[in-house]
């Protein structure tokens, strides 16, 4: 039978992982447990929507077996098994979903050589297998099907399916251990007492028994008499089958017997991350719906979390028993990051999906598990604040979204856990903390939109905010001014644009003298607009600027960085178009100069302005559309 490739990069995949775990071959054991338990756990589901499926939970075991002899361990499970085209599609692709993550990680070098960060990233999964396995045998019997196959390999080489004999539905997996070498005992996995230790250490909290053959002495009498006359005893050994598990889910469990490792430990193999989660939290909540909740908060996102990939929800138990894997309906799109289970004894069983939807019990659970996310992301921000920034960097940019999705409706929920980069600070701070070190004459939070903090730093527009001593909040982020469009104000204190008009610092005798100044210059302000051809919708003098000639400000609901998004959002229709406003510093030289060449020189005055409004766009980082002119003009006036 021709041996079937493994696609390239699994092949890969394979390698790396046979040759870099060192350290962790024994968790080979635990993954095929855990595959194991979740073909019985789509097993027990289906038997729950299905009435067919004639089984209870307590006709459900996980077998292990060793054969010290012929060097192998068997693991067999009686769930849902594989059809051929499954054995095909789940065990002839590496990594599948991951395949393009994974392809990217692989041009750098670095991680080519570690190994290690690129397997975390997917669950070791069943090819663990082959970390101490020569050969693997995969023989599975579908749920309801008569045929049942077997998958083979022996390792980068390639897999065979076959047709073989299997009586009860279900998969049984034969492990072909290595022959020791010189650096490596495989043997020590098929010692019995040291698998079983590898059982109760990993998979202890699996809800199903994992049944082992235990070796076991006892004393017996014989035939023989002693010269008491009692019958001699000898010591016999023999096997009994134990469960070895105590299959107590660790969410059930008390806080006093399961500690933050252990948890911890429990989120990394369920959900597959290599890194510890920012905070572990635990609910127990008796009253008008009883549930237990085990829930993370990751770290890192997943490489797909910002995409349509990524499937959200906490997996939900009703009494002990998986009724579905993914639900969305306890968590709020904000905290889609979060993951971890629930179980409640206050859940019907045969609920289905479209009726958990509307389940009263279920919307209660969801409403306190979003409010003690949001204390717990509170008191992290607040007692660990370095944790607290690496969770941001990860999943900032989700709670800024959640701000803005439906129309505002958890601003409330989430105004509190947002950070931005504060000039007053030198660093993130949250709203909170901004509005704590105003000075008392402060009226507005000032924020500026743009590229980099860099730039914003050298925004004219600024400067006299940044002279009161006033702090600044420098937004960077796409959706940033639109968090704070919808939010508005923050503890009674409103949010305003460095670019608004008012900035509330101008005196009133400052304005007048402003806008008499600007009387007296009507004339020379027409003028420039005039020569920037609709460019502009005004040109004023400014009593922001103090060392800058010029700045570029808006009129109207779109400001340039909305402008600047809008155009970039594909199928977005037709461009829109922020009102500019030409603002001069009219104590300026260069003030003076426009001035002295339009009354002398009206074609050179000209030119002035075009420049003028060149360098405005350009210290707001705005696109110049036609830069061959402003070359053209800076040469121009250059001789
Ligand atoms: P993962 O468990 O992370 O999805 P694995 O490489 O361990 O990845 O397994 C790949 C897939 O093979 C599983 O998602 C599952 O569909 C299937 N599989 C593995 N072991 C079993 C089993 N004992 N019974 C049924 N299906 C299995």
């Known amino acids: 039978m021709a041996k079937k490739q493994f696609k390239a990069e699994s092949k890969r995949l394979l390698g790396l992982m046979i040759n870099s775990i060192y350290t962790h071959k024994e968790i080979f054991l635990r993954e095929l447990i855990s595959n194991a338990s979740d073909a019985i756990d789509k097993l027990c589901y289906k038997a729950l929507t299905d009435e067919g499926v004639g089984m209870s ?296 999906r479209e009726m958990l939807q509307h389940d009263r019990q279920l919307k209660t659970i969801a409403g306190n598990i979003e409010k003690k996310i949001k204390s717990e992301l509170k008191k992290l921000m607040d007692d660990e604040p370095e944790t607290y920034a690496e969770f941001y960097k990860s999943f900032g940019l989700q709670l800024k979204y959640g701000i803005l999705a439906n129309y505002g409706m958890k601003r409330e929920l989430l105004k509190d856990l947002l950070m931005f980069y504060s000039s007053a600070a030198g660093k993130p701070v949250s709203l909170a903390d901004y509005v704590k070190e105003m000075p008392e004459d402060q009226k507005y939070i000032y924020f500026a939109c743009g590229e980099s903090i860099a730039k914003l730093d050298k925004l004219p527009q600024a400067e006299p905010i940044r002279e009161k001593g006033y702090g600044i909040l420098y937004l960077t982020d796409e959706p940033d001014e639109f968090v704070m469009n919808m939010l508005g104000e923050y503890d009674g204190k409103e949010l305003r644009s460095v670019n608004a008009e008012d900035l509330g610092i101008e005196s009133e005798e400052n304005k007048e003298e402003t806008e008499k100044k600007e009387a007296d210059n009507k004339e020379l302000l027409d003028f420039v607009k005039d020569s920037l051809n609709g460019e502009v919708v005004a040109v004023k003098l400014s009593h922001k600027l103090k060392n800058s000639a010029v700045c570029l400000g808006v009129q109207g609901p779109i400001s340039l960085e909305m402008e600047r998004y809008f155009n970039t959002v594909p199928g977005a229709g037709e461009k829109v178009k922020a009102e500019r406003v030409l603002e001069l510093n009219g104590e300026h030289k260069v003030f003076a100069a426009l001035k002295a060449a339009y009354e002398t020189d009206k074609e050179r005055a000209a030119k002035y302005a075009k420049l003028l409004y060149f360098q405005s766009l350009l210290l707001s980082d705005a696109k110049i559309e036609d830069p061959a002119e402003y070359a053209a003009l800076v040469s121009d006036l250059m001789i």
């Open 57 to 352: 939970r307590s006709d459900f075991c996980i077998k292990v077996a060793v054969d010290e002899a012929e060097r192998t361990i068997t693991v067999t499970d009686n769930g849902i098994g594989m059809t051929a085209e499954e054995l095909e599609n789940n065990l002839g692709v590496i990594a599948k979903s991951g395949s393009l993550q994974f392809k990217k990680d692989m041009d750098e070098e670095k991680k080519e050589e570690s190994g290690i960060d690129i397997i975390g990233q997917f669950g070791v999964g069943f090819y663990s297998a082959f970390m101490i396995a020569d050969k693997v045998r995969v023989e599975s019997k579908a749920y309801g099907s008569d045929e049942a196959n077997a998958w083979e390999s022996t390792g980068a080489d390639g897999y065979t399916i076959t047709p073989c004999e299997k009586e009860e539905h279900g998969t049984k997996i034969i492990i072909y251990v290595k022959p020791d070498s010189e650096e490596e005992n495989y043997s020590e996995f098929l010692d019995s007492y040291r698998l079983r230790g590898l059982v109760k250490k990993y998979s202890d909290y699996v809800r199903y028994p994992i049944k082992m053959n235990i070796s076991k002495s006892r004393s017996v009498e014989t035939d023989e008499m002693d010269e008491n006359g009692k019958k001699k005893t000898k010591w016999e050994t023999y096997t009994e089958e134990e469960t070895v598990n105590s299959m107590v889910p660790i969410w059930q469990r008390s806080k006093s017997e399961v500690s933050d490792e252990d948890c911890i430990a429990f989120y990394k193999e369920k959900f597959h991350d290599q890194d510890d989660p920012v905070k572990v939290i635990r609910v127990s909540a008796e009253g008008a719906v009883s549930y237990k909740a085990l829930l993370f908060i990751p770290k890192n996102a997943p490489y797909n979390y910002y995409s349509r990939d990524y499937e959200a929800g906490l997996q939900l138990y009703a009494s002990g028993v998986m009724i579905m894997d993914k639900c969305k309906d306890l968590l709020p799109e904000c905290f889609q990051f979060v993951k971890g289970v629930v179980d409640s004894q206050d859940l019907s069983l045969n609920i289905s």
